[in-house]
T-cell receptor, first 116, second 113 residues
């Protein structure tokens, strides 16, 4: 069975600074997707960034980038130039490529606070 | 805002009662997944519906059941409610194909007393 571990329950960062959220996962599969989702107080899960395991190049979306280390089963999220609107819960998630599109396995989340 | 809507947004039920939660999927999406998010936890996969058929199920007892309708909207039914069923229930819709994104609704907060 796949598992996703986020070892940082809470983190804080000053506005405009850079922060990195950690995620490790365990799987015996070779083809899969990894995701970072943001959940603000509005409760709606919003996709931040997605990485396909067979792609060696790290995904980037504007201020958000990942460091994907497949051999180490590590998938960290870097947020550059942090903004107050980045304050939210962040969840790392795994999906087996052979499985259903919606069958995401989530970590327990990291609560990020961006301070002015 | 995604095109996924859930109703109701909040509700309170008594232990032993039954509840039905509803989800309208985004236009063009034929797959709906349901998740349970307990306080302070990540979402846990309950089940998925694809073209009106159950298409995968997580580790939840049979008293959690669902339906998907021809317009691809979906219901989650929970019978014999227990206190531990108190959680945020999230619905996500997606289109078939491995390169598509799951869009989440804002969830239904269920409190069982």
């Amino acid at each position: 069975a796949q598992t996703v571990t986020q070892s940082q329950p809470e983190m804080s960062v000053q506005e405009a600074e850079t922060v990195t959220l950690s995620c490790t996962y365990d799987t015996s599969e070779n083809n899969y997707y990894l995701f970072w989702y943001k959940q603000p107080p509005s409760r709606q899960m919003i996709l931040v960034i997605r990485q396909e395991a067979y792609k060696q190049q790290n995904a980037t979306e504007n201020r958000f980038s990942v460091n994907f280390q497949k051999a180490a089963k590590s998938f960290s999220l870097k947020i550059s130039d942090s903004q107050l609107g980045d304050t939210a819960m962040y969840f790392c998630a795994f999906m087996n490529k052979r499985g259903s599109q919606g069958n995401l396995i989530f970590g327990k989340g990291t609560k990020l606070s961006v301070k002015p | 805002e995604t095109g996924v809507t859930q109703s109701p947004t909040h509700l309170i039920k008594t232990r032993g009662q039954q509840v039905t939660l509803r989800c309208s999927s985004q236009s063009g999406h034929n797959t709906v997944s349901w998740y349970q998010q307990a306080l302070g936890q990540g979402p846990q996969f309950i089940f998925q519906y694809y073209r009106e058929e159950e298409n995968g199920r997580g580790n939840f007892p049979p008293r959690f059941s669902g339906l998907q309708f021809p317009n691809y909207s979906s219901e989650l039914n929970v019978n014999a409610l227990e206190l531990d069923d108190s959680a945020l229930y999230l619905c996500a819709s997606s289109a078939t194909g491995l390169n598509t994104e799951a869009f989440f609704g804002q969830g239904t907060r269920l409190t069982v007393v």
